[in-house]
């Protein structure tokens, strides 16, 4: 089922897009998950997770009811794509470092949950 994506969501997954653009990017390391490990588990290199989030549209979008990353309110974004037949989950966000805003992905990994 496809969310309803506000105007204020759009808006900042088009800044999100800028930044990776731009080459301002970062995947999030976890305590509880190895990010490189989850994209050889999809059978994709980190290049490629950021092509694929390039692609990713509002059909995608999903309401995230239980966010696991809560700091300054939670503008991350959630995403669920089918990348080499897994259905993947991508959550997203922009945060600042160095006095430089990123689009750090927090998550990218195959959802068990579906």
């Not at 979008?61 to 503008?75: A, E, M, N, T, V």
């Not at 897994?86 to 430089?100: C, Q």
């Amino acid at each position: 089922m496809t969310e309803v994506v506000t105007d204020k969501q759009k808006r900042l997954f088009a800044k999100m897009k800028k930044l990776i653009n731009k080459g301002y990017r970062k995947f999030a390391r976890r305590k509880d998950r190895e990010y490189l490990q989850d994209l050889l588990e999809i059978g994709i290199t980190e290049e490629k997770a950021w092509q694929e989030i390039l692609t990713l549209s509002s059909a995608n979008y999903q309401q995230d009811y239980r966010p696991f990353y809560l700091k300054q309110g939670d503008d991350a974004l959630v995403f669920k794509k089918y990348i080499n037949g897994y259905l993947i989950y991508i959550k997203l966000k922009i945060e600042e470092y160095n006095n430089k805003e990123l689009t750090v992905c927090l998550s990218f990994h195959i959802d068990y949950k579906r």
